[in-house]
Every structure is written in C-alpha cells, then in structure tokens.
C-alpha cells in the first residue's frame, strides 16, 4: 500500500511554516492555506439533528478550538472531520466538508483511507492493551508497514515527548502508564500514522494540571507539522493554546424538546476573548453562561 | 423542607440505634438458610466424586491389566477391556465437532459482534440460540438419518468424497498459509502477543484439518463406509453442530465486552473492521475465547445422545481409528452398558467399569480446564 512508503517520510517532513510569524493579527481565513472547508454541515442520529448548518474555515498549521457548553455538538462536529461518525449507527452528515479540496463525504471516499491522514486522541486515554512499542506500531502496522518500525516509534515517541520516560521499557503493557503518559502515548500512536490533522477531542479532561500543561506545550511544539484542532471544555486552554477559536452552543427548543448544536461565531482566539462580535461569546467566555 | 423534619433528641442512647431482636433472628435464619443451600451442591459434588473414585478403585485394583490394552476391543461382558477401543472414538468425534463448531461458531461471534447492524442481530442472536435449546436425542437422529447418508456415506463411493477432500485440502492450504505468516510475524521479535496467539490457533487449526482431510482421503481411496449406518464422523458432525451455539455466544459476549473505546482507536488509527476484530478485539476477549473452546471440547466430550445413536456401535465394539466406521466413544460405552434390562450384567467388574471410564472422563475435561487457565493467565491481553 502506498501509505507504507509515504509514512515515515511524512514524519519527516521538512517544517515549511515554522517560518511564519505570530503576527497579533492574522490574514482572514479565507486568504490563508485551508484545510478543511464546511458549508451547511448537519448531523442527524436518525431523526433528532445534533448539530445544524454549520459553516467555517479551518486554517492551515494552526490550532483551532471549539469550545461552547456541554451538548453543543462540537465533538459531534470534531468527528465529522475523520469520518468518525459512521461508526455509529444511524447517524447521518449532510451538507459539504471539503479536505484540501476534496468531498470528504463523496461515495468514493473511503473512510479508511482518511483517517489515515486524519488521526485522533481521545476525550479517555484509550491505549491498546498492548506493549507500549506495539501501540504506537499499530497504526503503520495496519497499513502494511514492516520495516523501519523502530524508527517510526522511536521518531514518534520523541515527537509525543514520552521517549525519554519510556525508551527502557517498551515491551511493558501501555496500560502501566500514567494517565498523563497514556495521553501522550496516544498522541505518538496517532503521530506514528503520519497524518496531516490532529483531531483532539477533549484530549486533558481526564488529566491533572501538570500532565495538562505537558499536553498543550507538546501541542504547540508540533503544531508547526500539523493542522490541531481541539474541542475543549476549559476556556483557559483554549485561550492558551489556540490560534482561532469556534464557538457553539446549544438551541434549546422547549416546545419540541430538542437541543440542537449551533456555531455562533468564528475569529482568532485573541479577538474572542477580547471583543467578541456576538452577545453569546462574550456571555460564555467572561463566565456569565455554561 | 423544614416542616418535614424529625425533632431529634439532644442525645442518642445506643438502645435507640440498636437492631430490634427478632430482626435479628430473622436475619440469621436467612443466613443460615441459605449457606446451607450453597453447602447442599457442594456436597453432592463431593459425594459424587467420593463414589466415582471408589468404585473406580475396585476397577483398578481388580482388573486384569493385560486384558485392558492391546485387546481387540471393547467387551465389558466377556472381561475385556481394552481402553483405547472407548478413548480413541471420543477424540475423533470431539475434533471432528472442533472443525465444524470452531470456525462457524468463532466466525458467527465476529460477525455478530463487529459486523452485525442491529436489525440482523435482533433476528440472528435468537435464532442461534433457539439451535442450543434444540434437544440433543433429535440432533441424534438427524445424524443418524440425514448426515449418516447424505453427508458421511458417499464419501466412500462417489465425487462427493473427491469434492470434500479438496476443499479441504484448500482449508488447510489457507491454515497453513496464515499459519507460516503469524510465525515469520513472530519470529521477526515484533513481539506482538497477536502474532503468538493467532500462530497457535493456525497451527491447531491446521493439524485438526489435516486429520480430517488425511482420513477423508483414506476414506474416498480405501472405499471405507460402504453403508448408509451411523459412523463416527456422522456423530462428529452432529456433535459440532450442537456445540456452535456455545461457541458462538460465550465468544461473542466476550468480544462484546471490549470496550468500544479501544475500537474507535482501532479505526482512528486507518484500520479496517477485520483489523480491528483480529488485533485489537480478539487478543482482548482470548481469555472468552479459549473458555468458549474449552466449554465446547468438554461439552462434545461428554455428549452421549448424539455419538450413542449415530456413533454406529453399542453395548461393545472393535478397536476402530476411522471416522467412517462405527465406534463407541467413553460416553455411548456407559450408557449403552447402563441402558436396558440386563444393564451391567456380565462379569464381577462390568459395573465398575463404568465408574472407571468415568472417572476418565473426569480427569479429561479436568486437565482441559487447567491448562485452559494456564493458557489464558499466559497470553490475556486485560484491559
């Protein structure tokens, strides 16, 4: 399979946007590299929708956050990038995701054959209860990959910053690990695959302060190779680590009893925090809401 | 709230938090009762198993040893008892049951427990277990009426039997081909427990084909089971279908116990549904899987209706190691000789004989069990 060729070199690539600036103010959305692309994104668990038209941008080698209050649809929304919701029954995407130009939902797309480029860590740590070695070789493994395994979980490992705390016992089960260490692990594992996107999906809620900070300062030194975007419940992180943040909330329709997930606002992180366009954004992020 | 509440005393006395008397007794009397229910099945076992070795014993002791090996078989009446006559027939019929139940029973678990959609699983699990409540005397005569002739019978004669042996053949060609995989994987020091434990199972997969296939051959080139009557593959086969259902739902319930976490990571990480189901789902549920087989060879070990009706031979019979002839496995050699009017009547040790290949079949399923929890403690990947 071409992946078996393509996945230690995409490890290696070379950092082309580390050159970039921080600028305080960046391009519009629209003038940068984009990765993903949604218009008028829908997602129905058979007849309830969860999450309702929603539109936005996501910019290249940045980190973008979805934050908003419990049951807003933003891991829904997060799961629609991977095709992660087709693993649930009943569940249905309409409306259009574009990834680097391509239909992300056209029938020829094989979803395998995405998460292979987009890969995921968990709101849990959900390592295999493997050696720490076979769960970070599992992702090439799967794509037929035989050689070079231990440069990949080396390079993987380095890159998740665990290397050091593990490279004496790698045939150990992963599940010796702390939780802040299986996160990290997590994250190698899904690094190991070679992908383009990091979807993290609340990826330290289970976590303490200190593994916290691990997590965020991992992400943003590898944020210069990849496309993050993270759903987040702590507005602090969000604030921390994003470059552009997305906003959702819940529209509660008390006559129907529905609770349908909206995106009520875009912008770079810094222009979210501090001057929000939207009366909902400011309400939530200074604490008056959720 | 607060005109709800009691008006408490400034002090408690113990008397005041103390249990009433005849509560307590009552709880005692409950207590007691039911310890000595636990007690009762114990004690039944024990008093089974103190009966089993001591007639049992008597056999041992008492018996002429020369007339129990090497003889030309199985005449408990006539004082002649050669064991490996009884033995030799309950391991066929157990590994033919093995090569039916195993992959179709194994395959259904997979399929019901990655695969299915919730309607197919609403109609299918049922359906599999209505096939274990299916009483074992009607299995019985279904092998012996139906896969006696139609499936066991040509063999020795027509192209069926050519046609069998082939496909067998290509199934142990695949088994040895996923077999030499998992071993080269293994081998390679990748370490994956995977690699060992799907290498042990191809392995064992293999030697149980080519038994079948290699006697199926024998039988199709040596023109064995020139009639229609019962065999020991007719019983086998019956055997194993009896045996799915069990296979199927403890292996089933196993891999449904794997969290669906560590699939979602499975399928994040690009693997596909068999992926996941082969390296992540069954090392996971191996410690449910192993039982599910240990359960399924006890359970064909010890089936008598099937193997005494459509076995081919009761009461006594002639050293036999061909699946296509009659045979008398442990099982049918006890309840043929206990079974009719003149049960157990023959020579001083006909009817201790039986405790003897009971207790034989005791140890069997016994030793099964250990090297089952050996085997599990070794390679379990808990999660």
């Known amino acids: ?290 | 709230m607060t005109d709800m509440s009691v008006a408490y005393p400034e002090r408690l006395t113990v008397d005041q938090l103390q249990i009433a008397p005849s509560r307590r007794h009552r709880e005692a009397i409950i207590r007691y009762t039911l310890l000595v229910t636990a007690l009762v099945s114990v004690l039944v076992s024990a008093l089974i198993v103190w009966i089993l070795l001591r007639e049992a014993w008597t056999f041992i002791t008492e018996v002429v040893w020369a007339d129990t090996w090497g003889q030309q078989g199985w005449f408990p009446r006539r004082g002649l008892y050669d064991i490996p006559t009884i033995i030799v027939p309950s391991l066929i019929v157990t590994g033919i049951a093995m090569v039916v139940a195993g992959p179709l029973g194994l395959g259904a678990a997979v399929y019901l427990s990655e695969y299915a959609n919730r309607r197919v699983r609403s109609w299918l699990k049922p359906a599999l277990e209505i096939l274990a409540g299916i009483p074992s005397v009607v299995l019985g005569f279904f092998a012996l009426t139906w896969i006696a002739p139609n499936l066991v019978g040509p063999i020795g004669r027509n192209t069926f039997g050519v046609i069998g042996a082939v496909i067998l053949l290509g199934y142990a060609a695949v088994s040895a081909g996923i077999a030499k995989a998992k071993i080269k994987q293994y081998r390679e020091g990748v370490a994956d427990p995977s690699a060992r434990v799907g290498a042990v199972a191809s392995l064992a997969m293999l030697v149980a084909v080519f038994a079948v296939a290699g006697a199926w051959i024998l039988g199709v080139w040596l023109d064995f089971a020139p009639n229609n009557a019962g065999s020991l593959a007719a019983a086998g086969i019956g055997v194993g279908i009896l045996t799915i259902p069990l296979v199927a739902s403890i292996s089933e319930d196993a891999m449904a116990a794997v969290p669906d976490s560590l699939r979602e990571a499975s399928a994040g990480l690009g693997a596909r549904k068999m992926a996941t189901a082969t390296t992540v789902v069954l090392p996971a549920a191996i410690s449910g899987i192993v039982a599910a087989f240990i359960v399924a060879i006890s359970r064909a070990i010890g089936e008598t209706m099937v193997v005494f009706m459509a076995g081919g031979a009761a009461d006594a019979a002639r050293f036999t190691d061909s699946p296509f002839e009659g045979g008398l496995t442990m099982t049918a050699a006890i309840a043929s000789l206990a079974s009719g009017t003149d049960s157990v009547v023959g020579e001083g040790l006909t009817f201790q004989s039986l405790y003897f290949v009971g207790l034989l079949l005791f140890l069997f399923t016994l030793t099964l069990n250990i090297i089952a929890a050996r085997f599990v403690s070794k390679v379990r990947e808990a999660y």
């Open chain 1, 1 to 290: 399979m071409s992946m078996t060729d393509e996945a230690p070199r995409l490890i290696e690539r070379p950092v082309a946007a580390a050159a970039e600036p921080q600028a305080a103010e960046p391009p519009p959305a629209a003038e940068r590299d984009v990765v993903f692309r949604s218009h008028d994104v829908n997602v129905y668990y058979g007849a309830f929708r969860a999450v309702r038209d929603v539109t936005f941008d996501v910019p290249k080698n940045e980190i973008m956050a979805l934050i908003g209050p419990s049951g807003c649809g933003k891991s829904t929304v997060l799961r629609c990038y991977n095709r992660m919701n087709d693993l649930i029954k009943d569940a249905r995407v309409t409306g259009a995701i574009t990834y680097r130009g391509t239909d992300l939902y056209d029938e020829r797309v094989d979803p395998v054959e995405v998460r292979r480029r987009i890969g995921m860590v968990f709101q849990k740590p959900n390592p295999f209860p493997k050696s720490i070695y076979d769960n970070v070789a599992y992702g090439p493994r799967v794509a037929g990959q035989k050689k070079g395994l231990d440069d990949v979980v080396e390079s993987s490992l380095r890159k998740a910053a665990l290397w050091e705390e593990v490279n004496d016992r790698l045939n150990d089960s992963a599940l010796g690990l702390s939780g802040g260490q299986q996160q990290r692990l997590c994250i190698a594992r899904a690094i190991a695959v070679g992908p383009d996107v990091l979807l993290m999906d609340e990826p330290c809620s289970a976590l303490d302060p200190i593994a916290t900070a691990r997590i965020e300062d991992l992400m943003q030194e590898i944020k210069q190779d990849y496309t993050i975007m993270i759903v987040t419940h702590n507005m602090q992180q969000a604030a921390r680590v994003s470059d552009t943040t997305a906003f959702f909330t819940a529209d509660v329709r008390s006559e129907n009893d529905t609770r349908t997930g909206i995106l009520v606002e875009v912008d770079t992180t810094q222009k979210m925090f501090s001057n929000p366009a939207d009366e909902r954004t400011e309400n939530y992020v200074t604490g008056r809401f959720g």
